[in-house]
């Protein structure tokens, strides 16, 4: 199946899941609509706002059906989708429009709690378009929720490793280089390795496979696709000037080319590996229980990129790293779909070490 969620049976008169769209597509609107009463002089945030009222009003058909499935959830989310990158196209270019909580004196960004909640209503029109009931759409967001702290317990490993290496490794570049990795394998290793005993799971579940001629030639195909996944999000970035953030890994490269005889089959063999182990072989896996298999494909490039933010948050802006992010989850579709054509954990392996490898000597050359 290719649909994004798997369509449910009891599905098709259930008005529950437009209303909660029209819910995410109004608080949308009334997010974007703040700074342009406030006189924030933005034309992004203005036809943003326009759009969301689209969203709304699409959803709001959808509930009293005055529109059918299809046309309505397409509009809805098509609309939504457009808030998304002119919001987030806004917050790359530094409109954050801030608004103090009522009752609070916490402080938010307006422009960022568009993005999320247009974010939120492109996965609810989803969910529409697909036929999925009030039920599916409980147990797709518990299923989401629960990779979600997969993915951040990853982190958590790492850093847990990290802290207990540090002292015997030292802090010099070399060993910190050497830590990370270190990190990564013993951590998101143990993270896979805990859920698979927690669900009952053996080392069959782990799709390791030797690679076949199909297998190779995913490979070499995926990788290039995976540069020109790459290239094309660059130029069309780089056409209407959004900033990216830079990895931590390769601010170090930059400052010690040294380090490239450690980094290039750290990538390869560890980083690579052990990355798709768990966002891969783990998340997008089981994922396929609740999610169609494409369905899956993006849910897990919206965990895989979120977790991200870490490696990107140093010395830039949270508009550099939301592009950034964005990146990688265009990336990771791409990861994601060479995972579910295969069914063979090596073939992203490969792709992910070799393409992190391969930006990095490209530093030193």
């Known amino acids: 199946m290719s649909e994004t969620a798997r369509p449910d049976e009891r599905a098709g008169t259930d008005s529950a899941i437009p209303s909660l769209g029209a819910v995410f597509a109004a608080v949308t609107m009334a997010a974007v609509l703040v700074p342009v009463r406030s006189g924030v002089d933005d034309p992004f945030i203005q036809v943003a706002a326009a759009f969301a009222v689209v969203a709304v009003v699409g959803f ?28 987030g196209y806004a917050l790359n270019q530094g409109t954050t429009a801030p608004t103090t909580v009522p009752g609070l004196e916490w ?11 247009a974010g939120a209503s492109i996965g609810i029109a989803a969910a529409d378009y697909a036929g999925v009931s009030t039920a599916g759409l409980v147990e797709r967001t518990l299923r989401f929720s629960t990779m979600v702290v997969l993915g951040f317990a990853g982190l958590v490993g790492m850093a847990v ?16 280089q050497l830590l990370q990795f270190l990190s990564t394998s013993l951590g998101l290793g143990s993270v896979a390795a805990i ?31 995976l540069f020109g996944a790459l290239v094309g999000i660059s130029l069309a970035m780089t056409a209407i ?12 490269v930059e400052q010690n080319p040294e380090l490239i005889a ?3 089959p750290g990538m ?19 994922l396929y229980e609740t999610f169609s298999r494409y369905g899956a494909v993006v849910v ?14 140093v010395n830039s802006t949270a508009g550099e790293v939301l592009a950034t992010l964005v990146v990688l989850f265009g990336l990771s579709l791409v990861l994601g779909f060479l995972y579910e054509r295969t069914d063979n954990l090596v073939v992203p392996a490969l792709v992910h070490g070799a393409y992190n490898a391969i930006q990095m000597l490209v530093l030193v050359l």
Request: without cysteine; negative net charge.
């Open 161 to 176: 490793v990290s802290i207990v290496f540090t002292p015997l490794l030292g802090t010099g570049d070399l060993e910190g």
């Open 241 to 252: 000037g959004v900033e990216t953030a830079e990895h931590g890994t390769t601010q170090q």
């Open 60 to 87: 709001l058909a959808r509930r009293h059906g005055a529109l059918e499935r299809t046309p309505g959830a397409l509009a809805a989310a098509g609309a939504s989708l457009l808030v998304v990158l002119l919001t």
């Open 195 to 225: 859920y698979m005993a927690m669900r009952g799971y053996d080392r069959t579940f782990v799709d390791l496979e030797v690679p076949d001629l199909r297998a190779v030639l995913w490979t070499v195909g995926g990788l290039a696709l």
């Open 268 to 286: 390869l063999l560890i980083v690579g590996p052990f990355e798709e182990l768990l966002y891969r072989n783990v998340v997008q896996k089981s």
């Open 262 to 264: 450690v980094i290039v």
């Open 107 to 117: 402080t938010v960004s307006s422009i960022f709690l568009a993005f999320v909640a």
């Open 300 to 313: 897990t490039s919206v965990v895989f990129s979120s977790v991200h933010v870490s490696a990107y948050g």
